[in-house]
């Protein structure tokens, strides 16, 4: 059993940065990949971007490509979403969930996913 708690989420002009944590509970976080969606009002929950369990690599959303990076301290069982020149459409919440096998990109095929974190993107 994992628990997941997202954090960092607020209201952000567009041009501006956030930057998400994902703190997790269990001994075994270390061994998870993990990943990052989202989800606006009325639309799918969306993937947004993947770690591996030991952070060398990494994947995303081609929406965010290039202004957002996940990173990942698996001594403090926390992964960032580090997010640059937002936009008005990325304003969604936000989840961190665990991957079941390595770059996967559906929302079902993680499991633990985490309560959200709001982010809103101002024009």
């Known amino acids: 059993q994992v628990q997941l708690v997202e954090s960092g989420g607020g209201l952000v002009q567009a041009g501006g940065s956030l930057r998400l944590s994902c703190a997790a509970s269990g001994r075994t976080f270390s061994s998870y990949d993990m990943g990052w969606f989202r989800q606006a009002p009325g639309k799918e929950r969306e993937f947004v971007g993947g770690t591996t369990w030991n952070g060398i690599s990494t994947y995303y959303a081609d929406s965010v490509k290039g202004r957002f990076t996940i990173s990942r301290d698996n001594a403090k069982n926390t992964v960032y979403l580090q997010m640059n020149s937002l936009k008005p459409e990325d304003t969604a919440v936000y989840y961190c969930?665990?991957?079941?096998?390595?770059?996967?990109?559906?929302?079902?095929?993680?499991?633990?996913w985490g309560q959200g974190t709001q982010v809103t993107v101002s024009s």
């Open positions: 969930a665990v991957a079941r096998l390595p770059y996967r990109r559906g929302p079902d095929e993680y499991d633990y």
